[in-house]
């Protein structure tokens, strides 16, 4: 195991805001920053961040925990290995003998790759920028429009047209052919048993990073001059152990602050095409590598921002594939709209053509994409009212994905395109009738009322309410039945850590609790927080007497003054006792005594 103290030294030096604002757009409100949660599919932001007690949750879908846990629900990777990436990035190395066998084997793998991959990213480079064999490739690029900084910043590279060159860099590095194929940077003989050859030869290549910043991948594009016959325009690696191209978005690391400051993503197809529209001043452009945009893509853009422009190719395919992608964006909460290009064949040429102004001027005449596919299934069936049905059959199954405002907004367009009435569009697409109803879950702990004030208030301001918990007079027992919460609240008391308190506790309801009473910042002032606590003990104390009084009438009715009459005067006197109590402390906290 991890030693405690260096769990809490990795804890104390790392920013939880830091490392989540990589994933999420975040934004102040208060002692808090909120955002849309990366865990399930929200349009009002719910996901809280307090940076005070190192935690975050969701008052959504209620997940949440410390700076660890975050990484650990975002990557994948188990507590050792959550707690091993932010220790290196703080300084602090954690021995890998504290992992157990299976992540130590898997960790020095992943490592492995990563360090293969780099070496070829730098050998690629040097290839473009240091080499003769490189000038064809850089003229080319120069003719594109690329200029050298952006070579430089997107580590742009050049593999020769050779069988095994990068193969023999990587050899005289210590890296064995087997593992060049498992990075994806190599393919096996089939000739000799054993061998290998160069997966990338006579091609420009980009590097493709993952959403930290590492190369995991290449896209190989050829020169012109090799360009013939059958041969591919692009290759792309492979998927290997540390590469999934339904995950990866290409330019992410480096568009993802530009989306979050200007609150739109621009999804393009190529690799180039992003390159030029950074270059140019659009450095929230990105792109899938070689594959259809999917579900893990649009889970990864979701909780930086809910507005996408799709500038696909403007020919069939790129016609087809935007139509695609519309029901995943709905399934997303993610406003999709379209540009249409004109002429341009692609983003990169529009945007060497025609300028970066004009680019940012048809931006704004972007449309839904729904606009499109009721186009095109305008197009393909006609206008009579016959086609109108089919247009209408064609887009309902998207209807039904919507929710709120925007089905509405939705429904209100598909009815001006088909010259319909609003109501007929409702019934069609089966939106009056069938609503889903809620999935029965079992029930959660969620505390009290009371419980969750006292622990709030211990949780922001302990210096003015501690006092007055511990009091001689104060029962703790009446706070709560809970024992956890119970043993939390006395721990809160002698000043453990919230943090600390999370990470001992294995009841996920309670640390849902806690973490609810530290994301929530604007219940009780710190001046009003000594009062609050007593008004909250006297009310568990009024509470307290009801139950006694019941108890108290209870008795009465079951005793014959007939038979015992000392011991019916006695319950007597004990209950006019109790609501006479009762009625001192419902004064107190009608006259604000109580505080």
């Known amino acids: 195991m991890i030693p405690r103290e260096v769990i809490e030294e990795i804890r104390e030096r790392t920013d939880i805001v830091d490392v989540v604002s990589q994933v999420v757009t975040l934004r102040r409100k208060g002692s808090s920053l909120m955002g849309l949660c990366p865990f399930h599919q929200e349009k009002s932001p719910s996901f809280s961040v307090v940076p005070a007690k190192g935690i975050f949750h969701c008052f959504g879908c209620q997940e949440g925990g410390d700076v660890f846990a975050f990484v650990q629900k975002t990557q994948g990777v188990s507590f050792f290995e959550a707690v091993k990436e932010l220790g290196e990035a703080v300084g602090l190395a954690v021995e890998e003998r504290e992992l157990t066998r299976e992540e ?3 960790m020095r793998a992943r490592a492995s790759l990563h360090e293969v991959l780099g070496l070829a990213a730098d050998w690629f480079h040097a290839g473009l920028v240091a080499r003769p064999s490189g000038r064809d490739a850089m003229a080319y690029l120069n003719n594109r429009g690329i200029d050298r900084e952006t070579v430089e910043k997107w580590k742009i590279g050049y593999a020769p047209d050779s069988w095994d060159g990068l ?9 064995s052919a087997d593992q060049a194929i498992q990075a994806g940077l190599a393919r096996p003989s089939r000739n000799r048993q054993g061998s290998a050859y160069d997966l990338f030869r006579g091609r420009i290549i980009i590097p493709i990073e993952d959403s930290r910043g590492r190369v995991v991948a290449f896209g190989g594009r050829i020169l012109p001059r090799l360009d013939e016959g ?7 690696s492979p998927e290997t152990p540390v590469y999934r191209k339904s995950s990866v978005l290409f330019g992410l690391p480096r568009a993802r602050s530009a989306i979050q400051r200007r609150g739109r993503c ?28 999917t579900v893990e893509h649009l889970k990864a853009l979701r909780p930086l921002t809910r507005a996408v422009v799709a500038l696909f190719d403007a020919d069939e395919a790129g016609l087809r594939a935007a139509e695609r992608s519309l029901p995943l964006f709905v399934d997303a909460g993610i406003e999709a709209r379209r540009l249409e290009l004109g002429d341009a064949k692609d983003p990169d040429e529009y945007v060497q053509s025609a300028g970066a102004e004009a680019l940012e001027a048809a931006l704004d005449r972007s449309e839904p994409l729904l606009d499109l ?4 299934a305008i197009a393909q069936y006609g206008s009579t009212p016959g086609a109108r049905r089919d247009s209408l059959a064609r887009v309902a199954p998207i209807l039904r ?10 429904v209100s367009l598909v009815a001006r395109r088909l010259h319909l009435v609003e109501h007929e569009v409702d019934e069609a697409a089966g939106l009056a009738v069938g609503e889903r109803s809620d999935v029965s879950r079992p029930a959660r702990w969620r505390g009290s009322k009371h419980l969750n004030h006292i622990l709030w208030l211990l949780i922001h301001y302990p210096g003015p309410v501690i006092p007055v ?15 956890g919460a119970l043993q939390t609240v006395g721990r809160l008391i002698s000043g453990d850590s919230l943090a600390a308190i999370q990470a001992d506790l294995d009841d996920s309801d309670l640390q849902r609790v806690l973490r609810a009473a530290a994301a929530r910042s604007d219940l009780y002032t710190e001046e009003a927080a000594a009062g609050a606590a007593r008004q909250i003990l006297t009310r568990l104390e009024v509470d307290s007497l009801r139950g006694k009084l019941v108890d108290a009438d209870r008795g009465l009715a079951a005793c014959d003054p007939s038979r015992d009459w000392t011991k019916y005067a006695g319950l007597l006197e004990e209950k006019k006792r109790i609501l006479t109590e009762k009625k001192r402390l419902e004064k107190l906290l009608r006259t604000g005594g109580a505080s």
């Open 104 to 106: 130590r084997q898997r």
């Open 167 to 175: 193969l023999t860099h990587l050899h005289s590095r210590g890296v």
């Open 230 to 236: 059958d041969t591919p325009k692009y290759v792309n």
């Open 266 to 293: 621009l999804i393009v197809e190529g690799y180039f095409d992003v390159i030029s529209l950074h270059q140019a001043g659009f450095p929230e452009a990105i792109a899938t590598c070689g594959t259809a945009l």
């Open 373 to 376: 596919v009721l186009r095109r």
């Open 401 to 410: 994905r919507m929710d709120g405002p925007s089905r509405r907004a939705a």
């Open 469 to 483: 918990l511990t009091e001689p007079s104060v029962d703790p027992t009446r706070i709560t039945a809970h024992p």
